[in-house]
């Protein structure tokens, strides 16, 4: 496993359709305004993993649950795989690294595909995979996605509590994004911000 995963993928949020207080980025940055001001922390991610653990704390974890046989090394030793057997419709592969600030998790992208994927099975396409995420989101972390029709990357969902900020988007037809984000320390960061040399950020304008 090795930090530079933490460039695999960061989405930024801005979401601008116009002057309305209603608009999708007004909704969001108000939501998030108003949680970061509770004080209150949401610092669960998964696999007993959550924002802000020391970064010898989470190798330690890994390694346990490699021992456990629940994990391995994954993309290009890069990441680590889990697979999720029972938890949705179909198993799904995610492959997961954290992003350290001052040597605690500050984010968290997963990458998820269902295991079996195929360009002509379209019940195991990232439409498919989306939907089942968030649905098993809602279960664990909360209600309260936000919904973002994007001009380029279809429906994106964000949800806020407290300090964390969780992101869903497809970034294919295969691959669905999660990321987990402690906004007490994550900066936004404009579209052409290369800070974290991600591939995947959405634009500006929206629908």
Same mark, same amino acid.
């Given at each position: 496993? &090795?930090?530079?995963?933490?460039? /695999?993928v960061?989405?930024?949020?801005?979401?601008?359709?116009? +002057?309305?207080?209603?608009?999708?980025r007004?909704?969001?940055?108000?939501?998030? &305004?108003?949680?970061? /001001?509770?004080?209150? #922390?949401?610092?669960?991610?998964f696999?007993?993993?959550?924002?802000g653990?020391?970064?010898?704390?989470?190798?330690?974890?890994?390694?346990?649950?490699?021992?456990?046989g629940?994990?391995?090394?994954?993309?290009?030793?890069?990441?680590?795989?889990?697979?999720?057997?029972?938890?949705?419709?179909?198993?799904?592969?995610?492959?997961?690294?954290?992003?350290?600030?001052?040597?605690k998790?500050?984010?968290?992208p %997963?990458?998820?595909?269902?295991?079996?994927?195929?360009?002509?099975?379209?019940?195991?396409?990232?439409?498919?995979?989306?939907?089942? *995420?968030?649905?098993?989101?809602?279960?664990?972390?909360?209600?309260?996605?936000? #919904?973002?029709?994007?001009?380029?990357?279809? +429906? /994106?969902?964000? *949800? %806020?509590?407290?300090?964390?900020?969780? +992101?869903?988007?497809?970034?294919?037809?295969?691959?669905?994004?999660?990321?987990?984000?402690?906004?007490?320390?994550?900066?936004?960061?404009?579209?052409t911000?290369?800070t974290?040399? +991600?591939?995947?950020?959405?634009?500006?304008?929206?629908?």
């Open positions: 496993m &090795k930090r530079n995963f933490r460039n /695999a960061y989405l930024i949020i801005i979401i601008f359709t116009g +002057t309305s207080g209603c608009t999708p007004a909704k969001y940055e108000r939501k998030l &305004k108003q949680e970061l /001001a509770t004080g209150i #922390r949401y610092d669960s991610l696999l007993g993993l959550y924002l653990m020391s970064q010898k704390d989470f190798y330690t974890r890994c390694w346990e649950l490699n021992r456990m629940l994990v391995k090394q994954g993309i290009g030793n890069t990441t680590v795989e889990y697979i999720i057997k029972d938890e949705l419709k179909h198993s799904v592969t995610m492959n997961f690294y954290p992003a350290f600030i001052e040597g998790i500050a984010e968290m %997963v990458k998820f595909i269902y295991n079996g994927w195929a360009p002509w099975n379209a019940p195991l396409s990232s439409d498919s995979l989306q939907v089942d *995420l968030l649905d098993r989101f809602k279960e664990t972390y909360g209600e309260d996605f936000i #919904r973002i029709d994007h001009r380029n990357r279809g +429906t /994106a969902y964000v *949800l %806020v509590n407290g300090n964390r900020r969780i +992101t869903i988007f497809k970034e294919n037809e295969m691959n669905v994004w999660a990321v987990f984000s402690d906004m007490t320390v994550i900066k936004e960061q404009s579209d911000s290369n974290v040399n +991600t591939p995947f950020k959405i634009p500006e304008t929206s629908k």
